[in-house]
């Protein structure tokens, strides 16, 4: 495919030059590493002592290595029974951050009347405090099980199901567009890993942040350098 780097770190394939955000009415998130530094699942399992083990099963399921993500979930929960809730409030106050852009990004979205969701393989107990903090429209996210103050090492079941994989941020994307009455074209989809490929797939401009290089060779924009907010130099 032909790419036009932009400038410096920024790179695009396939897309109308002329668009602008006003285009759009929706613009969707992976969180972990994407909205936020860190993936939150690794820094949990660094209370456990198994953030290496942890790790490598979150880096292998990015890169699409492993591509049961589902699997993957349940093989690194399994690993994180026992962990302290104290432990999760301290990954969020000390080692969480919104990446450079975010909102300044955000801030551009709504005002030009775009609605903004957080769709996660992450956690409600890190994405509800994003999403309050970002002022974001939706979210949705894995809701950890816990027992006495400790991670069981599960999930816990919602409407949708149990555990939000790429096929569930695809649907999710699908449905709150169908909600809106809107074309999925006329949504964005912004990620890193494989399993942002399905919702990225199906809106009209997907964008690759930071990103595993089979994320970036299929997206038509790379933000390889920089914050998020370097999309508005995209779509203005």
């Given at each position: 495919?032909p790419?036009t780097e932009l400038?410096?770190?920024l790179?695009?394939?396939?897309?109308d030059?002329?668009l602008?955000?006003q285009?759009?009415?929706?613009i969707a998130f992976d969180?972990?590493?994407?909205?936020i530094?860190i993936e939150?699942?690794d820094?949990?399992a660094?209370?456990a002592?198994?953030k290496a083990?942890v790790a490598a099963i979150?880096e292998?399921?990015?890169?699409?290595?492993?591509t049961?993500?589902?699997?993957?979930?349940?093989?690194?929960?399994?690993?994180?029974?026992?962990?302290?809730?104290s432990?999760?409030e301290?990954?969020?106050?000390?080692r969480?951050?919104?990446?450079?852009g975010?909102?300044?990004?955000?801030?551009?979205?709504?005002?030009a009347g775009?609605?903004t969701l957080?769709?996660?393989?992450?956690?409600t107990?890190?994405a509800?405090r994003?999403?309050?903090?970002?002022?974001?429209?939706?979210a949705?996210a894995n809701?950890?099980?816990?027992?006495?103050g400790?991670?069981?090492g599960?999930?816990?079941?919602?409407?949708?199901?149990?555990i939000?994989?790429g096929?569930?941020?695809?649907r999710?994307?699908?449905?709150?567009?169908?909600l809106?009455g809107i074309?999925?074209?006329q949504a964005i989809?912004?990620?890193?890993?494989?399993?942002?490929?399905?919702?990225?797939?199906?809106a009209?401009v997907?964008v690759?942040y930071?990103a595993k290089?089979a994320?970036?060779?299929q997206?038509k924009v790379?933000?390889n350098?920089?914050?998020?907010?370097?999309?508005?130099?995209?779509l203005?």
């Amino acid at each position: 495919m032909p790419s036009t780097e932009l400038s410096p770190g920024l790179v695009i394939q396939n897309i109308d030059a002329a668009l602008r955000l006003q285009d759009f009415k929706l613009i969707a998130f992976d969180m972990d590493s994407t909205l936020i530094n860190i993936e939150c699942i690794d820094e949990i399992a660094d209370a456990a002592g198994r953030k290496a083990e942890v790790a490598a099963i979150t880096e292998a399921a990015m890169q699409g290595v492993i591509t049961d993500f589902k699997e993957s979930l349940r093989r690194r929960l399994a690993l994180l029974k026992g962990v302290p809730v104290s432990h999760l409030e301290a990954v969020f106050a000390e080692r969480l951050r919104f990446n450079p852009g975010a909102q300044e990004l955000m801030a551009a979205a709504r005002a030009a009347g775009l609605k903004t969701l957080l769709v996660s393989g992450g956690f409600t107990f890190f994405a509800d405090r994003v999403k309050a903090g970002l002022g974001m429209d939706f979210a949705r996210a894995n809701r950890l099980e816990m027992e006495d103050g400790h991670l069981t090492g599960r999930l816990i079941e919602q409407s949708w199901g149990d555990i939000c994989d790429g096929a569930e941020k695809r649907r999710t994307l699908l449905e709150v567009a169908s909600l809106m009455g809107i074309d999925p074209q006329q949504a964005i989809a912004v990620g890193d890993g494989a399993n942002d490929l399905p919702m990225m797939g199906v809106a009209g401009v997907s964008v690759a942040y930071h990103a595993k290089p089979a994320v970036r060779a299929q997206a038509k924009v790379a933000i390889n350098s920089g914050g998020l907010d370097r999309l508005l130099e995209v779509l203005r």
